[in-house]
């Protein structure tokens, strides 16, 4: 069973950086047929997909367009984890970030983390 | 950005079948897609519930129970998630997501309460 826990400061403030950690077990972030997701959530916005990472011979991203120039989503192969970094974040970026898998030609995200509230404010 | 858009609120008795809707812009064919659907309870994630595509490509969550199925009203443009038989437990919200132009698109979600 795969399990996903995110971990990370709670709190950032508007302008800084935001970064996130999810740690995986029951697989691997080099995996060829495992894909690895950030998604967020708000009361404002709702469910929002971020990004993605995977690897197949070469490691690839996907970026949500509304993200692009801000977000950066990375592997870390010896530590079985990949990382969020949201630049210059506003008020706006306040929700609860999940990570999360979906396998390869799925279409579709099966397993989710339990998520992390991270607030953004002076 | 597409949006998939959901009824806010389904309310039903015990028993009863819940049928919630997640309709895709015009524009978008709902028989090109696979649709995820997702169970939300308060402070948890969501939960993977089943992907349909057609009769021949679906797929159940782990355990998930067969009371919840897909399907589609390609004359409305919509994925339709099935409830049959409500439980008290099946009180949540409810999302729909689809793969469209190399992005995750979530549905607006229902909140299903059962009276």
């Known amino acids: 069973q795969v399990l996903l826990e995110v971990s990370g400061p709670g709190l950032v403030k508007p302008s800084q950086t935001l970064s996130l950690t999810c740690a995986i077990s029951g697989d691997s972030v080099s995996s060829n047929s495992a894909i690895w997701n950030w998604i967020r959530q708000s009361p404002s916005r709702g469910l929002e997909w971020l990004g993605r990472?995977?690897?197949?011979?070469?490691?690839?991203?996907n970026y949500a367009l509304s993200m692009r120039g801000r977000i950066t989503i990375s592997p870390d192969t010896s530590k079985n984890q990949f990382s969020l970094q949201l630049n210059s974040v506003s008020p706006e970026d306040t929700a609860v970030y999940y990570c999360a898998r979906e396998g390869h030609g799925d279409f579709g995200i099966e397993y989710w983390g339990q998520g992390a509230l991270v607030t953004v404010s002076s | 950005q597409a949006v998939l858009t959901q009824p806010a609120s389904l309310s039903a008795s015990p028993g009863a079948p819940a049928s919630l809707t997640c309709t895709l812009p015009?524009?978008?064919?709902?028989?090109?897609?696979?649709i995820n659907w997702y169970q939300q309870k308060p402070g948890s994630p969501p939960q993977f519930l089943l992907r349909y595509k057609s009769d021949s490509d679906k797929q159940q969550g782990s355990g998930v129970p067969s009371r919840f199925s897909g399907s589609k009203d390609a004359s409305a443009n919509a994925g339709i998630l099935l409830i049959s038989g409500l439980q008290s437990e099946d009180e949540a919200d409810y999302y729909c997501m689809i793969w469209h132009n190399d992005a995750h698109v979530f549905g607006t979600g229902t909140k299903v309460t059962v009276l």
């Open positions: 015009s524009g978008i064919n709902v028989g090109t897609y696979k």
């Open positions: 990472t995977y690897y197949t011979s070469d490691w690839y991203r």
